[in-house]
């Protein structure tokens, strides 16, 4: 069966101090890969989504970035944190075509920046 | 734009008293519609995947139906291991998710 791991669970930060959270993926290959921020109140917001190897697109104008060194692996960035950075981040996965198919979401980060 | 709007944001409810949530939706060529259960502090637990209007699914207490504009999920007699945040997403032609804000749930023993 797949199973998804995101690390750390908790995390806090300073300002402009640099970010890296991991997600790996289990059990399946060539998983097409996102990144969610989900903010208190409000809906899932899709920030990239890869569907191979190098592959990322990017959603939303930011101050992160999204690598996918490795096939199950999927990588969030920054350089320097903002306050608004703060929130709760989300992994998910899925192997339909062309990035499509259910999304299987992990346990999520939750990101407090100072 | 994609847009997905939910309600009530909060529903109480009595351990038994059946109800239902509400997601209507706008979307250019709809591939899909989602519901996802959250508990706080966790990732969304996926739930149900609905196709086209007049379907329907069940899981448990649960029923999710949806027509051409909007989704229902019923609750029947819920418990109160049924409190949780429920999501609802629609995928559009270009594969992609568009969330509501959710509609947190919860049931009083």
């Known amino acids: 069966s797949q199973t998804i791991h995101q690390w750390p669970a908790t995390l806090v930060q300073p300002v402009g101090s640099p970010l890296s959270l991991e997600c790996t993926v289990e059990?399946?290959?060539?998983?097409?890969l996102y990144w969610y921020r989900q903010a208190a109140g409000r809906g899932l917001q899709l920030l990239f989504y890869?569907?191979?190897?190098?592959?990322i697109s990017s959603e939303v104008p930011q101050n992160l970035s999204a690598s996918r060194p490795q096939d199950r692996q999927f990588i969030l960035s920054s350089k320097k944190l903002l306050l608004s950075d703060s929130g709760f981040y989300l992994c998910?996965?899925?192997?339909?075509?062309?990035?499509?198919?259910?999304?299987?979401f992990g346990p999520g980060t939750r990101l407090l920046v100072l | 734009e994609d847009q997905v709007t939910q309600s009530p944001e909060a529903l109480r409810l009595q351990e038994g008293e059946s109800s239902s949530l509400n997601c209507s939706y706008t979307?250019?060529?709809?591939?899909?519609l989602f519901w996802y259960r959250q508990d706080p502090g966790k990732g969304p637990e996926f739930l149900f995947t609905?196709?086209?209007a007049g379907e329907e699914k069940e899981k448990e207490r649960l029923k999710a139906t949806l027509t051409k504009k909007e989704s229902f999920l019923h609750i029947t007699a819920p418990k109160p291991e049924d409190s949780a945040t429920y999501l609802c997403?629609?995928?559009?032609?270009?594969?992609?998710?568009?969330f509501g804000a959710g509609t947190t749930v919860t049931v009083r023993a």
């Open positions: 998910a996965w899925s192997t339909g075509t062309s990035g499509g198919g259910t999304q299987y």
């Open positions: 059990g399946t290959s060539n998983p097409n």
């Open positions: 890869s569907v191979g190897i190098g592959q």
């Open positions: 979307v250019s060529g709809l591939r899909g």
């Open positions: 609905l196709y086209s």
């Open positions: 997403a629609v995928q559009a032609r270009d594969y992609k998710l568009s």
